[in-house]
């Protein structure tokens, strides 16, 4: 991403795979913005078994014009999603952005959706498809 050299400024969906929201990787929103235009953005997916929730709110924060969104966690540590939910990343994410569809893949289903529930208040479709055994 660093040494990427082009830009896609006609860009409205982003597919984001295991790796880039890893905890251990380098995550910069500054370089995906010089590679395309985050706030044209209207549809983000993101599949990661290694997710940073803290990151993936600090993109939807950066990303105000999605309104659709499918994340699938898989049999993933969720960590400490009630002390995400007090931060000031996450108000501001909540307040700002416009999501409304949503498909959660997720061993657990319960956690994820109640989180996503209260980050995503404008939210009026919630899909659930089941982890895959």
Same mark, same amino acid.
């Given at each position: 991403?660093?040494?990427?050299? #082009? #830009? $896609?400024?006609?860009?409205?969906?982003?597919?984001?795979?295991? &790796?880039?929201?890893?905890? &251990?990787?380098?995550?910069?929103?500054? #370089?995906?913005?010089? +590679?395309?235009?985050?706030?044209?953005?209207?549809?983000?997916? +993101?599949?990661?078994?290694?997710?940073?929730?803290?990151?993936?709110?600090?993109?939807?924060?950066?990303?105000?014009?999605?309104?659709?969104?499918?994340?699938?966690?898989?049999?993933?540590?969720? &960590?400490?999603?009630?002390?995400?939910?007090?931060? &000031?990343?996450?108000?501001?994410?909540?307040?700002?952005?416009?999501?409304?569809?949503?498909?959660?893949?997720?061993?657990?289903?319960?956690?994820?959706?109640?989180? $996503? +529930?209260?980050?995503?208040?404008?939210?009026?479709?919630?899909?659930?498809?089941?982890?895959?055994?």
């Amino acid at each position: 991403m660093i040494n990427c050299n #082009y #830009y $896609f400024p006609n860009a409205t969906e982003l597919k984001i795979s295991d &790796g880039f929201v890893n905890q &251990g990787r380098t995550f910069s929103l500054l #370089y995906l913005n010089s +590679i395309i235009p985050l706030r044209r953005l209207t549809k983000l997916v +993101i599949t990661s078994f290694h997710i940073n929730f803290s990151k993936i709110i600090e993109l939807i924060r950066c990303t105000p014009n999605i309104h659709t969104f499918m994340i699938d966690t898989g049999d993933n540590n969720l &960590g400490d999603l009630i002390s995400l939910q007090r931060s &000031g990343n996450f108000q501001f994410a909540s307040e700002t952005n416009n999501i409304k569809e949503m498909t959660i893949i997720s061993k657990n289903i319960s956690r994820v959706a109640s989180f $996503f +529930i209260n980050l995503c208040p404008r939210m009026q479709y919630l899909t659930n498809q089941h982890f895959p055994r």
